[in-house]
């Protein structure tokens, strides 16, 4: 696990995941760390999976948000998002930078928003075993 600020980031249980955990606003310093760890990580990854507590998460500036779309390219390409414990202000930040994330990418990314860590760990699952089987009919084809 790593501790960035307030914040912690760790590679995840599921394969190709990142579990983050925000506690009050993210600078920039704490985004670009944030990136180029997760980059560094996901070295050799196909794609990645983000889950995460937000219960505690403060506010985005403007220049955050672009930051996160803009240097997030730097990733394989983000194919799933969970968060849980948002709030709606925070809900709604996140589905603007998911969003804008995916349009400078074209990555299409499945995003959703859930109660608890348990429901997150599922979709997590679910979302990883979409990815396996579309990946084995292309290979198969």
């Known amino acids: ?20 955990a925000f506690r009050g ?5 704490d985004t670009k760390q944030l990136l180029d760890f997760m980059i560094s990580e996901s070295a050799g990854w196909s794609y990645v ?7 505690e998460m403060g506010k985005l500036s403007p220049d955050v948000r672009q930051t996160l779309a803009t240097l997030g390219r730097r990733l394989p390409p983000v194919r799933g998002i969970v968060y849980y414990r ?7 930040t996140n589905e603007l930078v998911i969003r804008a994330y995916a349009l400078l990418t074209g990555v299409d990314v499945a995003f959703h928003f859930v109660d ?3 429901e997150a760990q599922a979709w997590l699952a679910r979302r990883q075993e979409q990815l396996t089987s579309k990946a084995q009919r292309q290979v198969s084809s």
Do not use: P, W
């Open 1 to 20: 696990m790593k501790h960035i600020g307030k914040h912690t980031v760790r590679v995840g249980d599921v394969a190709n995941t990142f579990e983050v």
């Open 25 to 29: 606003d993210l600078s920039m310093e």
């Open 49 to 55: 999976l983000l889950t995460g507590d937000l219960s």
């Open 86 to 92: 948002a709030s709606f202000t925070v809900r709604v």
């Open 116 to 118: 608890d860590a348990a």
